[in-house]
């Protein structure tokens, strides 16, 4: 069975301060994973997602996620952070080569800016 | 264009209610999703259909039932409405099923039953 952490339900940065989101899995394979965002009164849109090539991945908006195995972690940063960032951020596994029925979500992280 | 609708917006049903909730996505995906999303929970699959005239169950559900009579709208259902089902429900749409392949997500239909 597949399962994913995310650590902290909300988070509050400055403006033009390091965002950094932490996202932990359990996975008895080497999982595909995500993080997708939702802007207030939308819904959720794909940031990123890592599919066992580059264990760096970019995404939209200047986000990206590193993969790392040892850690078990998926974590989503951004070096200086925007007020339009401020949204609630979703982590999320999946078995690979598997359909999108078996993707599993996490619990979110709401992020907060401060001007 | 208009991606994923959802209808309604917000609705307030008493216990033992019906009602069903709308989802229209003019992507030409075949696949298409219904989640609820709690606090501190994430969102669960509620039911799925990978193609016109088929459903199939997801993590939660129970209470629920759903028809894709048309590619392009998948119906959620509450034959009667329990106060746990209060939630935001949201519609998703993919083009293929493979687990890479980019979900486009509703905007939600807030659901409260009392």
């Known amino acids: 069975a597949q399962s994913v952490t995310q650590l902290g339900s909300h988070v509050s940065v400055s403006e033009g301060a390091l965002v950094l989101l932490r996202c932990n899995y359990s996975s008895s394979v080497p999982p595909y994973l995500f993080w997708y965002v939702q802007y207030p009164n939308q819904g959720l849109q794909l940031l990123l997602k890592?599919?066992?090539?580059?264990?760096l991945v970019k995404g939209i908006n200047g986000f990206e996620a590193e993969f790392k195995k040892s850690e078990t972690s998926f974590h989503l940063t951004k070096p200086s952070a925007h007020m339009s960032d401020a949204a609630e951020y979703f982590c999320?596994?999946?078995?690979?080569?598997?359909?999108?029925?078996?993707?599993?979500f996490g619990s979110g992280t709401r992020l907060s800016i401060r001007p | 264009n208009a991606g994923v609708t959802q209808t309604p917006k917000f609705r307030v049903l008493k216990t033992g209610q019906s009602m069903t909730l709308l989802c229209a996505q003019d992507?030409?995906?075949?696949?298409m999703y219904w989640y609820r999303q709690d606090p501190g929970m994430g969102l669960r699959l509620i039911h799925y259909?990978?193609?016109?005239?088929?459903?199939a169950k997801g993590e939660v559900p129970d209470g629920y039932n759903v028809s894709r009579l048309k590619k392009q709208n998948f119906l959620l259902g509450l034959e009667s409405a329990a106060p746990s089902q209060t939630s935001v429900y949201f519609c998703a749409s993919s083009y293929s099923q493979e687990v890479g392949e980019k979900l486009f997500f509703g905007s939600g239909t807030q659901l409260s039953v009392l």
């Open positions: 890592y599919t066992s090539a580059a264990t």
């Open positions: 259909s990978v193609g016109e005239g088929t459903t």
């Open positions: 992507m030409n995906h075949e696949y």
């Open positions: 999320a596994v999946s078995p690979p080569y598997s359909s999108a029925s078996k993707i599993i």
